[in-house]
């Protein structure tokens, strides 16, 4: 499955993104909304099926299915 990134971190947005406040990362992974709320970005959980069961609590929202996500941007 390929991940479209918005904007990936700190040192990593190359400008896509003036500050982190401003980006939004869809995310499954536990690790990754972690690691994108320590990064100062909005973080929406995608309770991906494939990625078994996943600990998003830190997310902002959770979304299912994927269509679901412009309601929350």
């Not at 500050?19 to 973080?43: K, Q, T, Y």
């Not at 995608?46 to 679901?68: I, W, Y």
Request: glycine share 8%; hydrophobic share 40%.
């Amino acid at each position: 499955m390929k991940k479209h990134i918005i904007c990936l971190g700190d040192s990593n947005t190359h400008g896509y993104c003036a500050d982190p406040s401003d980006c939004v990362v869809i995310e499954d992974s536990h690790n990754g909304v972690l690691a994108a709320r320590a990064a100062g970005m909005r973080v929406l959980g995608f309770p991906n099926p494939d990625s078994g069961e996943q600990d998003l609590s830190e997310a902002e929202v959770l979304f299912f299915p994927f269509c679901k996500l412009l309601e929350h941007l």
